[in-house]
């Protein structure tokens, strides 16, 4: 069974920062598109950022300027650096593969952004 798996989630004040991780199998992480969603209560999980294989990356305009997603393709791990919380960034952030051919998702993190 593919598992990605996310850490680094956790409280912070409003201004601060966390650094989120995401360790996928090789498999997934060498080809594929890697994602980080967010899911707020009472909300639809939406799209925060996206970094190709390629290295190309796409932010939510909500996000940009403060969020920056980057992959070490030698530890098959994706981040998501988060600057400038605020607190509607709290939310369960998920990490997600995927390829024409798979899609997977990690168990999520909670990020609690607090006033």
């Known amino acids: 069974q593919v598992q990605l798996v996310e850490s680094g989630g956790g409280l912070v004040q409003a201004g601060g920062s966390l650094k989120l991780s995401c360790a996928a199998p090789g498999s997934i992480f060498r080809g594929g598109t890697m994602d980080w969603y967010r899911q707020a209560p009472g909300k639809q999980r939406e799209l925060v950022a996206t970094?190709?294989?390629?290295?190309?990356?796409n932010y939510a305009d909500s996000v940009k300027g403060r969020f920056t997603i980057s992959r070490d393709n030698a530890k098959n791990t994706v981040y998501l650096q988060m600057n400038s919380l605020k607190p509607e960034d709290t939310g369960v952030y998920y990490c997600r593969g995927w390829y024409t051919t798979y899609n997977y998702w990690g168990q999520g993190t909670q990020v609690t952004v607090s006033s």
């Open positions: 970094i190709t294989a390629s290295d190309s990356t």
